[in-house]
């Protein structure tokens, strides 16, 4: 007999949720896409392509979309949350209300990263706040060095895979890993979540350095001193094992992030970095810039809770308030000198 198969829905049809869902599809799961624009489902179930996010790329023909929340969410054995950070708690909230109804309780994995403005709150701890109060193990976060550009591609990706539960993280792991992407299990989830959210608002950093021109150097520089603050935050603010940033989560996305042409904070920074106005580099991106969000968040919490985190506060003002690039890397350059590790 036949065995069942795991119905994952992706929730969020961008450039990532797409390819992981043709992923999972791979992996032969049952997969439903659930995005919110109309044209975007109709192009996917007709063509088994989301030109919009994805250029010269097919979904495979097994992944459905849908716009039904309510048709992705019922007899879900796993829902993936890939949206945007701004809308995750907005998405949470329906999804609690369809899951009140059912009574089903399906896995919660998120890819998404950032922290939420206001609430400081990482993904995890929303869904845990949204949908699962009481089963805050069956949320998992997945996180490491990959762009969607690659995965479609079938090139070779490692990711982390974080739960407070062990048992729940595996699961993930197995029905996620194939031959071309392989998953890592990890204890640390704040830790993995930290690494992935902050090194976007780095990421911003290192392209502003290339649209100023600056050289190797300088992007080593910045990568090492932006993996010492990302650590500093995390380990301080949200109790992360220092070790962690070692990881896939942590220096491996930040070295990918900051170095490819795929990354949107990348490519975001560079033409902050050429003297374009943050509006008009988010206005065209046509893709979510998250580090452009999590800065804010990160600047809360550096000013509140007195966290030494010099790279993320010059970029936020620098987005936020309208400070001249070369005044702040002058600033940065002539700080009071320091040893090189301290948490
Ligand atoms: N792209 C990548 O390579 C990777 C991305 N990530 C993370 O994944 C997350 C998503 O990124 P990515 O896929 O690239 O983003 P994209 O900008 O490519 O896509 C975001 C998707 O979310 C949808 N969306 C926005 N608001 C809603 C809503 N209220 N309900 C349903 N769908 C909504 C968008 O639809 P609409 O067109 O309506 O805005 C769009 O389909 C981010 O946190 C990112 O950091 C992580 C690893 C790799
Ligand atoms: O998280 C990512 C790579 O791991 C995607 O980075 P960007 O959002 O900068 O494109």
């Known amino acids: ?18 390819v992981l869902g043709s992923m999972l599809a791979d992996n032969g799961n049952d997969v439903i896409l659930y995005g919110n624009i109309e044209s975007v489902n109709e ?24 716009g039904d929340l309510e048709k992705a969410v019922k007899g879900a054995d796993v829902l993936l949350f890939v949206l945007p950070t701004k809308v995750v708690r907005i998405v949470a909230k329906n999804v609690r209300k369809i899951l009140d109804e059912t009574g089903e309780k399906p896995l919660l994995v998120t890819a998404t990263k950032g922290i939420e403005p206001g609430s400081k709150k990482l993904i995890t701890d929303i869904l845990a706040e949204e949908i699962y109060p009481n089963d805050s193990d069956k949320i998992i976060a997945i996180s490491g060095p990959s762009h969607a550009e690659n995965v479609a591609q079938k090139d070779l990706t490692a990711i982390a895979c974080a739960s407070k539960d062990e048992e729940n993280a595996k699961t993930i792991q197995k029905l996620f890993s194939n031959n071309y992407v392989r998953f890592y299990t990890n204890d640390d989830l704040a830790g993995v979540e930290v690494g992935g959210a902050v090194k976007n608002v780095i990421a911003i950093a290192a392209g502003i350095l290339v649209g100023k021109k600056y050289g190797d ?19 301080n603010y949200f109790g992360a094992k220092p070790m962690t940033f070692s990881g896939l989560s942590g220096i491996g996305d930040l070295i990918v992030t900051c ?23 988010l206005e065209n991106m046509g893709q979510v810039v998250e580090g452009a969000t999590t800065v804010k968040a990160v600047h809360e919490l550096a000013q509140e809770k007195n966290i030494d985190m010099p790279i993320s506060e ?5 987005l936020y308030e309208d400070a001249n690039v070369d005044e ?12 090189e590790i301290r948490l």
């Open 259 to 281: 170095t490819s042409v795929n990354s949107r904070n990348w490519r975001a920074g560079k033409q902050v970095g050429e003297g374009k106005s943050l509006d008009y580099v």
């Open 217 to 235: 150097d300088a992007k080593a520089a910045l990568m090492t001193r932006g993996l010492a603050e990302i650590t500093r935050l995390g380990v």
């Open 43 to 66: 192009e996917i179930n007709a063509h088994h392509t989301n030109t919009h996010y994805m250029k010269d790329w097919s979904i495979n023909p097994n992944a459905v979309a849908t």
């Open 314 to 318: 010059a970029v936020y003002r620098v």
């Open 328 to 339: 702040e890397i002058a600033k940065m350059m002539g700080r009071s000198p320091k040893p």
């Open 1 to 18: 007999m036949r065995e069942k198969m795991t119905k994952i829905s992706v929730l969020g049809n961008g450039s990532w949720g797409s």
